[in-house]
């Protein structure tokens, strides 16, 4: 199933119905005066969180959403209905904006929040609201006002209480179905994530936390470079990153490749570079002894600096109780805040 976080997509909320204009007529009640009724009000349009959903794929196959009408008013002062209000159901975490200006409308987070995206119409009055002691017979009433429409643009934002982030094939997705449920597409050759992934980590000790996999980060990302400055938005919401770092690489790469990573997100969020995290060394199954302790030195200053092997499953264990620690607030701050 395709991942979607972006949609635009047009409301019209409903018209409100018209007032009647009506006489009573019944047998021995002469002249019986007005008695038209009022219009119903057009129904509402809102959007509305559901933690039901994940991605915004709906809006791919619809892009206009209509609210009822409201019935028009009848003789015997019979009221209109009030049109059926429409709920636009949007994954939690989603900022809904106005199309034209780019304003930021409303921020959606927990289940159950609603935006009131169009009002309905007003219903017309009927002729019983018109009579006067001098206009006894008043052949006048309102039509219903017409409702509101507009054009938005959604954005989602995972909400997630970890965001893994690495450089192109650092590892992420086999870490990811190491520690998760999580199923995303790995295999024995280099290629690179090209959506969004979360996963559920479950430890015997804590409770469940999220975590998101977004597609590996590049040097110039921040400025559109390659795929992941498209999703970084979705870690914005993490309270902790893990920076995946690939320990096989030749040199002193594993340093420059963190160094890229926090660079990247310091000019894309400064606020998002200052967050908790930590350092993950992946890959060290490829790794003779005697290098892994050259990589290790090259994080010497580094508080918080865990080595596992997401192939092999060595270190994700203590990993998993690392995440969820801090996640459930019993474990350390880590360094670099």
Not at 111 to 130: C, E, K, M, P, Y
Not at 150 to 172: C, H, Q, S, T, Y
Not at 179 to 198: C, D, G, H
Request: with cysteine; charged share 30%; aromatic share 6%.
């Amino acid at each position: 199933m395709a991942f979607v976080d972006e949609a635009r997509f047009y409301v019209k909320a409903g018209d409100g119905g018209n007032g009647c204009v009506s006489f009573r007529r019944e047998k021995y009640v002469p002249k019986g005066g007005p008695d038209g009724g009022d219009g119903g009000d057009g129904g509402s349009v809102y959007i509305v969180a559901s933690s039901r959903l994940t991605s915004l794929l709906d809006f791919r196959y619809r892009s206009h959403f209509k609210a009822e009408n409201g019935g028009h008013g009848q003789g015997k002062r019979k009221h209109g209905r009030k049109g059926r209000d429409r709920e636009i159901m949007v994954p939690c975490g989603t900022l809904v904006r106005d199309d034209e200006s780019g304003e930021l409308l409303a921020d959606l987070v927990n289940d159950g929040d609603r935006f009131l995206a169009a009002r309905g119409g007003r219903g017309g009055r009927g002729n019983v609201h018109f009579a006067s002691a001098s206009n006894r017979t008043p052949r006048r009433a309102t039509k219903g006002s017409a409702g509101e429409e507009a054009w938005f643009r959604i954005e989602l934002k995972i909400l997630a209480d970890v965001g893994l982030v690495g450089m192109p094939n650092a590892g992420k997705s086999t870490l990811l179905s190491r520690v998760s449920a999580a199923r995303p597409r790995v295999a024995p050759y280099p290629f690179t994530t090209l959506e969004p992934k979360l996963g559920v980590i479950m430890s015997d000790f804590h409770e469940p936390c999220l975590i998101a996999d977004i597609p590996g980060l590049i040097e110039g990302a921040h400025q559109g470079t390659g795929l992941g400055h498209k999703f970084l938005r979705h870690v914005e919401r993490s309270r902790i990153l893990l920076y995946l770092v690939d320990a096989s690489g030749g040199g002193d790469q594993p340093r420059r490749d963190y160094e890229t990573l926090r660079n990247e997100l310091e000019k894309y969020s400064p606020e998002l570079a200052r967050r908790r995290f930590f350092v993950v060394l992946n890959k060290t199954d490829l790794v003779p002894p005697e290098r892994m302790e050259e990589v290790r030195a090259m994080f010497s200053g580094q508080e918080d600096v865990l080595v596992i092997s997401a192939l092999d499953g060595t270190g994700t264990s203590e990993l998993v109780d690392k995440i969820c620690s801090l996640v459930h607030g019993d474990g350390e701050r880590s360094s670099g805040d």
